[in-house]
């Protein structure tokens, strides 16, 4: 297999950009709020992956948003910086600000084009809105080099009116126009025609890089991603396993991938280094508590299983009669058993690092005492058991609310009882409660030492390998006022991962509580 990023086969026309937006569309999936401290993690890791932009988030959204985006434009070295602004002008001065340290700072801007949005939304003749257009364009390139300016519900708009926007985008100063299918309606043919048209009839196309957006509501986002490339784009925006608005974005992960496996009739180029892959997919799913579907491509749990026998024969014989990429090429090591309690922190850390993990020496020995105290339990300590463990330490870093103890009666005779200290904010409170069942009972104390009004939405148990004596990953998705978070646990026994899910959604609540939001919020625009 050739791998079409180290290719000399393409020209510079054929380098793609890859401008990831998981840290903005991908956390408005309901639920997926992520800490600060998450969003700086998940940066490192796509700046060091080798994405071009890292689109850090909405800064009008909220002042955590803000502070989100401006400590990211800090700290990313390589990768441009880039932040959400609708067409006002404070929204793209605040973006300004929120931008200014990085090291190619991107204001990403956008208005409706659509009839439908254009009339419901906007309440705007299609006049105003190309004032419009020109006015927000414009403001942005004085404050910054790098503009995108994006067409809301592109895909729905009149091709006429659609021309016309993007010529006076371009004609204001933006480098990177991009065309987004919002809602995900387009199918290929249809999307590729759009980019195409659009680039011959704009007289000043050849200005700036067009750029594809795609959701995934009919299921065709990455193949309309495709064809857009065939169209003329040369950006793509996607997100780490997918997440995003309703169905999802566009996944980054099957886009590169696809690329490089199918070079042969996709010679595009690109600087995604795509062994971390596996790990971007894990420390997303970590931070956002979404779990990874099985059959999910190249990065799901069955992505390179096979379990038919004649699959099995054709692998023993040659890998490549089922498998079109290798596990290594995306980062997925063969499990091995060689970890136990008698393995010493230094074989620990460096089995940390093959698995893709960095940690700092606070947070490695932490993750260190709780692998110990795991293999003391369990006879196997698998990769997938290690991953699992750190995982979790880092969804439940900096909460303020911590499970320091637990102990259930449960069986038939009833009423199940559970007694749970826990500690807020350094402080211990104990309770002892009775429930319809031990889970049941485990909740009803969290209730009863944080008193909240929040909703259990979803619990979801799975075993993190085989055996009785496996890991438990517990999911739990909570809602109050408006407001989803889901949070996951893991510890072999299965009540106590519970608990450390329902603490770890509460905990994020109290994060979702504390943000402020603008008037009017319209989001998911760009999308």
């Known amino acids: 297999m050739t791998d079409q990023a180290t290719s000399g086969a393409s020209s510079n026309k054929d380098r793609v950009v890859i401008f990831d937006t998981t840290l903005r569309d991908g956390e408005q999936s309901p639920g997926a709020t992520m800490t600060f401290e998450e969003k700086l993690e998940v940066a490192d890791l796509l700046d060091a992956m080798g994405v071009d932009v890292i689109e850090a988030g909405f800064p009008i959204a909220s002042e955590g948003d803000f502070e989100a985006v401006s400590a990211i434009a800090k700290r990313v070295k390589r990768a441009s910086v880039a932040g959400l602004a609708r067409a006002a002008f404070k929204d793209i001065d605040r973006c300004a600000e929120a931008v200014r340290h990085a090291v190619h700072p991107r204001i990403h801007t956008f208005i409706s084009t659509s009839p439908l949005h254009m009339k419901y939304k906007l309440q705007k003749e299609p006049s105003e809105v190309l004032e419009m257009v020109t006015a927000q364009v414009t403001r942005a390139r004085n404050l910054v080099a790098d503009v995108e300016w994006s067409a809301e519900d592109g895909t729905r708009t009149d091709m006429d009116f659609l021309c016309r926007t993007v010529e006076a985008a371009i004609r204001a100063g933006a480098t990177t126009i991009n065309i987004p299918d919002t809602v995900g309606y387009t199918v290929p043919e249809e999307y590729e025609r759009i980019f195409r048209t659009v680039r011959e009839r704009v007289p000043n196309s050849d200005k700036a890089i067009f750029s594809v957006h795609c959701h995934n509501d009919l299921g065709l986002a990455v193949a309309n991603t495709l064809a857009g490339l065939a169209g003329g784009a040369r950006q793509i925006e996607c997100t780490v396993n997918g997440i995003g608005e309703r169905a999802g974005?566009?996944?980054?992960?099957?886009?590169?991938?696809?690329?490089?496996?199918?070079?042969?009739?996709?010679?595009?180029?690109?600087?995604?280094?795509?062994?971390?892959?596996?790990?971007?997919?894990?420390?997303?799913?970590?931070?956002?508590?979404?779990?990874?579907?099985?059959?999910?491509?190249?990065?799901?749990?069955?992505?390179?299983?096979?379990?038919?026998?004649?699959?099995?024969?054709?692998?023993?014989?040659?890998?490549?009669?089922?498998?079109?990429?290798?596990?290594?090429?995306?980062?997925?090591?063969?499990?091995?058993?060689?970890?136990?309690?008698?393995?010493?922190?230094?074989?620990?850390?460096?089995?940390?690092?093959?698995?893709?993990?960095?940690?700092?020496?606070?947070?490695?020995?932490?993750?260190?005492?709780?692998?110990?105290?795991?293999?003391?339990?369990?006879?196997?300590?698998?990769?997938?058991?290690?991953?699992?463990?750190?995982?979790?330490?880092?969804?439940?870093?900096?909460?303020?609310?911590?499970?320091?103890?637990?102990?259930?009666?449960?069986?038939?005779?009833?009423?199940?009882?559970?007694?749970?200290?826990?500690?807020?904010?350094?402080?211990?409170?104990?309770?002892?409660?009775?429930?319809?069942?031990?889970?049941?009972?485990?909740?009803?104390?969290?209730?009863?030492?944080?008193?909240?009004?929040?909703?259990?939405?979803?619990?979801?148990?799975?075993?993190?390998?085989?055996?009785?004596?496996?890991?438990?990953?517990?999911?739990?998705?909570?809602?109050?006022?408006?407001?989803?978070?889901?949070?996951?646990?893991?510890?072999?026994?299965?009540?106590?991962?519970?608990?450390?899910?329902?603490?770890?959604?509460?905990?994020?609540?109290?994060?979702?509580?504390?943000?402020?939001?603008?008037?009017?919020?319209?989001?998911?625009?760009?999308?």
């Open 249 to 527: 974005n566009a996944a980054l992960e099957e886009v590169v991938m696809a690329l490089r496996t199918r070079a042969d009739i996709l010679p595009y180029v690109n600087n995604i280094d795509s062994t971390m892959l596996h790990r971007a997919s894990k420390l997303v799913s970590a931070v956002t508590s979404f779990p990874v579907q099985y059959n999910k491509a190249i990065v799901g749990r069955n992505a390179f299983a096979h379990e038919r026998g004649i699959h099995q024969d054709g692998m023993l014989k040659n890998a490549q009669t089922y498998e079109i990429m290798t596990p290594e090429s995306v980062g997925v090591s063969k499990t091995s058993l060689v970890m136990g309690k008698h393995s010493g922190r230094a074989a620990f850390r460096s089995k940390l690092k093959e698995l893709g993990y960095e940690l700092g020496e606070n947070a490695l020995q932490d993750a260190f005492n709780r692998f110990k105290d795991l293999a003391d339990r369990k006879k196997i300590v698998y990769d997938d058991d290690i991953e699992a463990l750190v995982d979790d330490e880092i969804g439940h870093h900096g909460e303020r609310i911590k499970v320091e103890a637990l102990t259930v009666i449960a069986g038939t005779m009833g009423p199940q009882t559970a007694t749970l200290t826990l500690s807020i904010d350094g402080i211990q409170a104990t309770k002892q409660t009775t429930g319809n069942g031990p889970v049941d009972a485990i909740f009803n104390a969290i209730k009863a030492i944080v008193p909240h009004t929040a909703t259990l939405e979803l619990y979801h148990v799975e075993a993190v390998t085989e055996g009785t004596d496996a890991q438990a990953e517990v999911s739990v998705r909570l809602h109050e006022d408006g407001k989803s978070v889901t949070a996951k646990g893991a510890d072999p026994d299965t009540l106590v991962a519970s608990a450390r899910a329902y603490i770890a959604a509460l905990n994020k609540l109290m994060v979702k509580r504390m943000k402020t939001k603008p008037e009017a919020m319209t989001a998911g625009a760009a999308s």
